[in-house]
């Protein structure tokens, strides 16, 4: 279990399973998903969230490990996008 701050002053934070960035690594979920800037704002964070709804949409709607990465990580009251920046970082260093 891993522990993501999700604001500038560290005091809010989410947990990130094995599970979850199993999830991530299993539907692609950062693939494409910053710009070439680099910057990760709102428009990111509400760009991820659009895609996971369309995957659910269009796919095996009954995958428990997307639902609880839905509920418990991308709709997680706290999940911000600093939050997101802290994940991306998290999950590239468990990808090496």
Not at 21 to 26: F, K, Y
Not at 39 to 50: A, G, H, P, Q, T
């Amino acid at each position: 279990m891993y522990t993501i701050t999700s604001n500038a002053s560290g005091t809010r934070t989410i947990q990130i399973s094995d599970t979850h960035l199993a999830t991530i690594s299993q539907y692609s979920l950062f693939r494409n998903l910053v710009d070439s800037n680099g910057i990760v704002d709102d428009s990111v964070l509400e760009k991820l969230r659009l895609n996971v709804r369309s995957l659910i949409e269009s796919t095996n709607a009954s995958d428990p490990s997307l639902l609880d990465f839905c509920f418990e990580v991308l709709y997680h009251p706290n999940m911000k996008p600093v939050a997101l920046r802290n994940l991306l970082v998290l999950y590239t260093q468990h990808a090496d």
